[in-house]
């Protein structure tokens, strides 16, 4: 067993190596972030559905590396070790990056969620020679195993015969 795990992690670290430069390198120590994500907090998902992310991000001050016009690829990091879908690299079918990331769209959508799938989620962008992870506010995601519970609301106070009354039924 010891010997499967020592195999499986130098696979890790020769794919890290070789097939994913730059991926890993986290601006996350820097003072300054180099751009910040937009998404709603919190995000909840249900068990077993699909989760549409709405995202834009917004380049630090005075960034002059990026150049929109140029190929961009996106990936999420979650809890800084898993990669999900980083375009024109390493693919997976949980999320897939639906907004134009030269006009700073990162809205995503998670497929089939489950509970493994619960946490951080960083952005990572790459364009030319930028590079930068959005580590100042992370896309956190929570799983639910049940449906959440209706709200059902009665206008008016007093409830007479005959009198007309509003109700009103809400669910996420």
Known sequence: MAALSENVLTVNML????FLPGIYANSCGANTPLFTITTPK???ALNGSCLN???????????????????????????????YNINNG?????????GNLSEKNCSSLFSDINKSQAGKYFLRIENDGYRGTACSDPLQITVEDSPWSPS???????????QSVTITCSAL
């Open 15 to 18: 794919l890290s190596v070789f």
């Open 42 to 44: 919190p995000t909840a």
């Open 53 to 83: 992310v709405p995202c834009s991000f917004t380049l630090a001050p005075g960034n002059t590396e990026f150049d929109s016009s140029k190929e961009i690829r996106g990936a999420w990091i979650k809890d800084g070790n898993h990669i």
């Open 90 to 98: 390493v693919s997976t079918n949980l999320v897939n990056i639906t």
């Open 152 to 162: 059902i609301n009665i206008s008016g106070g007093d409830l007479k015969e005959h």
